[in-house]
């Protein structure tokens, strides 16, 4: 079991502070470019607390295999999310979450 | 005779079905492809579809009297062996609603015996020469096929109706009738008039239909059966009490009543009355009969029917459907005669009917209408008769009624014909203010016409005088008595208590009074026709009116119409003339027939063949009661008859014809609000429109009301407005904001979060009370650990939580014991739960040993017990909802 010299809980004390984070940026911030790094902040945790329980609880592979898929499905959403941001950018000339509320109305 | 009985035997007369089949085969040609066929060909068909079914009807009638006359020579009684052929096709439907829950099989069968043999013969003979007659009347009619399709098809029905073996064939045909009178009334229906005559007719027809359908249903409950003989068998088990109460089972009426404080009005819907149930059907049959045959109160669409081509309202409204009522009450004879209340009101009902439409006939000016008049009046009295038990006599007045009735309506018929080729307006041509001295112009018109009117007045020796005499001496001499032979009536009286009417004393006197007055009327205003008609000088001369004439085919003077309307103008032009032989013939066969056909009938002189023939049908019928010396009483009754005849006519003929109607226009000018009230029919069709329509049309207007404001108003606009306000508030939700959203699924996903990772004691508990073995098996859950009490001593089994979830116990008879169970999360939160189970003692009250109440088996096919919730406690019950009750 090794854990590079730490305890399972730091993993989990780092990886819910990171996510911590990521979920407040989030929600406090308005620019969509800084939202979207929130966003894979909070999958970044995740994946940290996979892949620390991953060494811990399981013999197999399970954990680590689940982050490569988060991290592959992490790619595909900043991909999209940033064309989203360009694409409002085009249209509005805006970066600014706020300014997308064309629903509302 | 040897070789059609071979041909035809009894029991599966196939000749029935060549009666009922030509007919409609006539209509079915004649509707589907008359048009192309052309005007002989339909023609052709139309004769003879109806020219074959006469001749079947006339070997059948002569087979029945064959085999009635072998009967009664084998047996040497006229009454044991009815004559009947009959034909049974095929099982209809089968139902089990009968008292004694035996099922009711209803057959299409047909049959024929002397009552409807002799129907049949006047259905289809009348029947032929009205076809006859309007190959000529309605010549030059452009829907000439669809007339004879219509006509062949009435026939037909007329015929399901009469030959039908029960109540559910006849009722085909007596819808059918309806059916087929809609459409003949309503034939012109390009004019808003005759379409309304039609569905009037319809209409009135079906409020009487209703009656039927229930007399039906009330027959199979008590009687179990809708065929004529399991209905003359069974009809005795209809002397029997029925509770009957205003709204029935529903007391709500009353109960609404009761709240207001009004008790004795809710008292009067809750007080049950009880009648026999022989007077209810009989009353409801009657009520088809009185729509079906235009008596009070349906009376009012066959004067309107009028609105038909003549030869309609000739085979309508005299020889065939209006017959359908009385035919009804004869083939019913066993069940209306158990009933006297009933019968009285029929009896009752029949001269009133006589009477009410012989006074509206004074007033009229249409010729038409005043045969229509004349007919219900003379249905009056058919009523009159079969509602006093006389049903030979009534049934006898049906068949000279049908003669005479028929020549009348096809004589006024010729003599429109006539006035229509002259004056070209279709109501002034039906205008006895036209009319007179046409006795010269078409003889054979008058002489048949005069006929048919010696017959209806009643001159001795013609038709009409020995069947409405027989009406009036029947009305005095004969009643309905109790229906207790065979002790009957006592042997129910004890069960259920049957509230019985006699037929009132004074009955007979009254119902023989009415009659002679009808009588005295119909002879009046008969004679007014006549003498107006035919007698006098021509008064189609001088037409009040402008009328529309081709005047260029009368060769006449173009100034005198450039004005319009035109007073007083004399007409020149074509003289009336008289019809062809078409028309002619019916008429004269019909005029002779009206003359002679008393002769079938004359029980006056002892001579009744008619009645000795038709007698084994009625011979089930017990209650009639007849006054001793009968036959003296016939002859010392019979100077009122003539006197009705005479005083009736003579006083018509002293008006009309010596005083040249001054005496009436005098009695006009005295009372002219009388006279109008009259002429307009007593009002009755407003006071129906006021009261019947009123009454529909105010409770469309409060549900018209009710749906406007309640439906509408209430319901959807509360709908409306409720959508209306949640979507305002969601609104508030829908921000627009990416931070509002986010928020929103963060607090969502912590709450999960906190649920899942909170722990949960609980338990589903399964016992068996036989084995004793009870199962406790607590849920899963992310991080928890459970640790169990089992012993109830407080000391938990091992201090460790561990991952155990579930429990196995078993427990003695009656023995009860507390389980704690702790759970504790990942985070270190410990929930506790106490579980307190008992098993019950045995439970002696089955031989199986097994606890009803708690044992149930579970899906996997094992057993579950139920554990009894602790006071105080929430339920620790989490388990399906098969055992949702509580271990004793």
């Known amino acids: 079991m090794n854990l590079l010299g730490h305890a399972l809980e730091h993993y989990v004390a780092l990886s819910a502070v990171l996510f911590a984070i990521g979920a407040i940026g989030f929600l406090v911030r308005r620019n969509l470019l800084i939202q979207l790094m929130c966003v894979e902040l909070m999958l970044n945790a995740v994946n940290l607390s996979l892949v620390a329980f991953n060494r811990v609880h399981s013999s197999d592979g399970n954990g680590q295999a689940f982050a490569f898929f988060v991290i592959a499905i992490a790619a595909a959403e900043a991909a999209v999310g940033l064309s989203i941001a360009l694409g409002f950018f085009r249209l509005r000339n805006s970066v600014h979450s706020d300014d997308a509320d064309t629903l509302r109305h | 005779m040897h070789g059609l009985n071979t041909l035809f035997p009894a029991t599966d007369c196939s000749l029935i079905l060549v009666i009922l089949v030509m007919p409609l085969l006539g209509a079915i040609v004649n509707g589907l492809f008359g048009k192309r066929l052309g005007k002989s060909a339909v023609t052709l068909m139309a004769l003879s579809a109806v020219g074959v079914a006469f001749l079947a009807s006339v070997t059948a009638y002569s087979m029945l009297l064959t085999q009635q006359a072998q009967a009664a020579h084998a047996v040497g009684s006229h009454a044991e062996h009815p004559a009947r052929l009959a034909i049974e096709l095929w099982r209809w439907f089968q139902i089990s609603a009968a008292k004694d829950g035996g099922p009711v099989p209803i057959d299409v069968a047909f049959s024929i015996d002397a009552l409807s043999g002799t129907m049949a013969l006047v259905v289809t003979g009348v029947g032929f020469l009205i076809h006859l007659y309007s190959t000529k009347y309605m010549e030059h009619d452009p829907s000439y096929h669809r007339f004879f399709a219509y006509l062949n098809l009435f026939i037909f029905s007329m015929l399901v109706l009469i030959l039908g073996d029960n109540l559910a064939v006849l009722f085909v045909g007596w819808e059918g009738v309806g059916l087929c009178s809609y459409l003949l009334i309503g034939f012109w229906f390009e004019e808003e008039k005759n379409a309304a005559a039609g569905k009037k007719a319809f209409i009135t027809n079906r409020i009487g239909d209703f009656g039927l359908l229930v007399a039906m249903g009330l027959l199979v409950y008590y009687v179990g059966a809708l065929d004529w003989q399991g209905i003359q068998e069974g009809a005795h088990r209809l002397v029997t009490g029925v509770e009957l109460t205003p709204t029935g089972g529903d007391q709500l009426i009353a109960k609404v009543f009761h709240a207001l404080g009004v008790n004795s009005v809710s008292e009067w819907f809750l007080t049950p009355r009880y009648a026999m149930a022989s007077t209810l059907v009989a009353l409801m049959l009657f009520l088809g009969c009185a729509g079906k045959s235009a008596q009070l109160p349906l009376y009012v669409w066959l004067p309107d029917a009028m609105a038909g081509p003549t030869p309609v309202s000739a085979l309508i409204h005299a020889a065939t459907m209006v017959t359908a009522g009385v035919y009804l009450v004869c083939r019913m004879a066993p069940v209306f005669a158990l009933s006297p209340s009933a019968m009285f009101v029929i009896a009752l009902v029949g001269a009133l009917t006589a009477l009410l439409a012989a006074s509206i006939a004074f007033a009229q000016k249409d010729i038409k209408k005043v045969l229509a008049y004349s007919t219900v009046s003379q249905l009056g009295y058919m009523f009159l008769g079969v509602g006093v038990g006389a049903f030979t006599a009534g049934f006898f007045h049906v068949l000279t009624h049908a003669f005479f009735k028929a020549c009348l309506f096809l004589g006024a018929g010729s003599v429109i014909h006539a006035m229509h080729a002259r004056i070209h307006d279709g109501d002034a041509s039906q205008d006895m203010s036209f009319m007179g ?293 969601l609104r508030l939700l829908q921000t627009g904001r990416l931070q509002t959203y986010a928020t929103a699924m963060v607090i969502g996903l912590t709450g999960i979060g906190w649920y899942l990772t909170v722990p949960h004691a609980t338990a589903a508990v399964l016992g068996d009370v036989v084995t004793g073995t009870y199962t406790l098996e607590a849920p899963p859950g992310i991080g928890y650990a459970y640790r169990w009490d089992a012993n109830g001593d407080g000391k938990f089994e091992s201090e460790k939580f561990a991952e155990k979830r579930n429990l196995e116990l078993k427990l003695e008879r009656t023995e009860r014991r507390q389980v704690v169970l702790e759970v504790r999360s990942a985070f270190g939160q410990i929930r506790r739960q106490t579980f307190s189970l008992e098993r019950p003692a045995e439970d002696k009250s089955t031989d199986l040993g097994v606890q009803r109440i708690d044992v149930y088996p579970d899906s996997k096919g094992g057993r579950k017990g139920v554990v009894r919730r602790q006071p105080g406690q929430p339920n620790p019950i989490k388990a399906g909802s098969d055992h949702a009750g509580s271990a004793q």
């Open chain 2, 437 to 729: 001295g046409l006795r010269r112009y078409m003889p054979l018109t008058f002489v048949s016409f005069a006929a048919s009117w010696l017959a209806i007045v009643g001159f001795p020796g013609t038709s009409g005088f020995f069947s409405k005499d027989e009406i009036l001496l029947k009305a005095f001499t004969s009643s309905i008595g109790l229906p207790n032979h065979s002790g009957m009536v006592e042997a129910n009286r004890g069960a259920g208590g049957i509230p019985i009417t006699a037929w009132p004393s004074w009955g007979s006197s009254l119902l023989f009074t009415l009659g002679v007055a009808g009588a005295v009327m119909t002879a009046f205003y008969m004679t007014r026709l006549f003498v107006g008609t035919f007698l006098g000088e021509f008064k189609g001369w001088t037409i009040i009116k402008g009328h529309h004439a081709a005047h260029n085919q009368h060769g006449h003077d173009d100034a005198g119409h450039q004005d319009g309307p035109v007073a007083g103008l004399d007409l020149e032009g074509e003289a009336p003339h008289e019809s062809p032989w078409q028309m002619t013939l019916p008429l004269v066969v019909l005029g002779s027939l009206a003359l002679f056909a008393g002769l079938l009938n004359m029980p006056l002189f002892g001579f009744e063949p008619l009645g000795h023939f038709l007698e084994p049908v009625f011979a089930s019928v017990h209650t009639v009661v007849v006054r001793p010396h009968e036959h003296e009483l016939a002859f010392s009754l019979l100077p009122f008859g003539i006197l009705a005849f005479a005083l009736g006519t003579g006083t018509a003929l002293w008006v009309y014809v010596a005083q040249r109607g001054v005496p009436a226009q005098r009695f006009v000018a005295m009372f002219p609000g009388f006279h109008r009230l009259v002429a307009d029919k007593w009002r009755v069709d407003e006071f129906y429109k006021e009261v019947v329509i009123g009454a529909l049309e105010l409770v469309a207007d409060i549900l018209v009301w009710v749906d406007k404001w309640v439906v509408d108003g209430l319901l959807a606009r509360v709908t409306a407005g409720a959508v209306a306000i949640s979507g305002a508030l």
